[in-house]
């Protein structure tokens, strides 16, 4: 029983962890991506730079963030 649950955990390690590595990396960049095109459009549709620097910092917080979280979905519970 115990073998099987080494071997388990394994698996997880093995598969689980980099997927959920991968899924948080790119959203992160999907977030960083999005930050950049609503800006370039915010400021050719004449939206005051304020709110345009509010949502790039809005974002690059999210997207930090996503890295953080990919980041110690990598290095979890062995």
């Known amino acids: 029983m115990i073998e099987d649950l080494s071997q388990i955990n394994s698996l997880l390690v093995q598969f689980i962890k980099p997927a959920a590595f991968a899924i948080f990396l790119m959203m992160a960049v999907f977030y960083a991506v999005i930050s950049m095109v609503f800006s370039y459009h915010w400021k050719t549709y004449g939206l ?3 709110s345009v620097w ?3 910092v809005i974002y ?3 997207s930090i ?3 953080v979280v990919a980041a110690s979905s ?3 519970i062995q």
């Open 65 to 67: 963030s996503l890295l």
């Open 54 to 56: 509010k949502a790039q």
């Open 48 to 50: 005051n730079r304020f």
């Open 74 to 76: 990598l290095s979890g």
């Open 60 to 62: 690059l917080l999210v």
